[in-house]
Every structure is written in C-alpha cells, then in structure tokens.
C-alpha cells in the first residue's frame, strides 16, 4: 500500500488549501478513508472519514470548515479546507482504512508520508 499526500504549504488565516491524497495497492472503492493531523508535540487526530459509500464524519473542531470527498476513478480522497486557522497548523496524514470500533473511527491501514499545512496569524 502506497499513500502519497499533496497540497500543503502556507496560509494566512482565513484562508483555503485543499489536499489530496493518491492511494495504491489497496482495492480503495471498498476501504473507508481517513484524515488525521499531528501538531508538534500532541498526538494524532482524527480529523474527517469517509465511508465507501460517501458517509462522512468530522470532528467537531473543523465542522462547517472542511470538507473530505473521494474519487474512486481516481483512488484519490481529498479535504478541502477552508476559513483556516492557526490552530489547524499542523502535519496532515491520510489513512487507508479506517473503522468505526469501540465508539469511534480508528486508523487500522497505512499512513502516507504526510503533508504539513501551516496557517500564519
């Protein structure tokens, strides 16, 4: 399995990145798909799933702010970001397959290199 994330950099607050993220080596139609982020010095959080059918699921702090969505043509799951802040500076992640278990979404597949988002004040 092989994860490659893209479209990170700089931001000023306020402002929108989008990332993707090009699975291969997995039948990606069929595994949900997710974002986590890493800030330094804290653990990695969930950010946003989506299910193989389209469902998806945030986490309360980027509701209303990011959007996941995937292509399945493409074996590609995105998240556009929007109205950023500073506080979602950190190294974002996407996993190949993520379940809900025990109450909540955890990452069980493999994780890309990471592409880190930084948003300026």
């Known amino acids: 399995v092989q994860l490659v994330e893209s479209g990170g950099g700089l931001v000023q607050a306020g402002g929108s990145l989008r990332l993707s993220c090009a699975a291969s080596?997995?039948?990606?139609?069929?595994?949900?798909m997710g974002w986590y982020r890493q800030a330094p010095g804290k653990q990695r959080d969930l950010v946003a799933i989506?299910?193989?059918?389209?469902?998806?699921n945030y986490a309360d702090s980027v509701k209303g702010r990011f959007t996941i969505s995937r292509d399945n043509a493409k074996g590609t799951v995105y998240l556009q970001m929007s109205s950023l802040k500073p506080e979602d500076t950190a190294v974002y992640y996407c996993?190949?397959?993520?379940?809900?278990?025990?109450?909540?979404?955890?990452?069980?597949?493999?994780w890309g290199q990471g592409t880190q988002v930084t948003v300026s004040s």
């Open positions: 996993n190949a397959d993520v379940q809900y278990y025990r109450g909540t979404w955890r990452p069980f597949g493999s």
């Open positions: 080596g997995i039948i990606f139609s069929k595994n949900a």
């Open positions: 989506i299910t193989s059918g389209g469902n998806t």
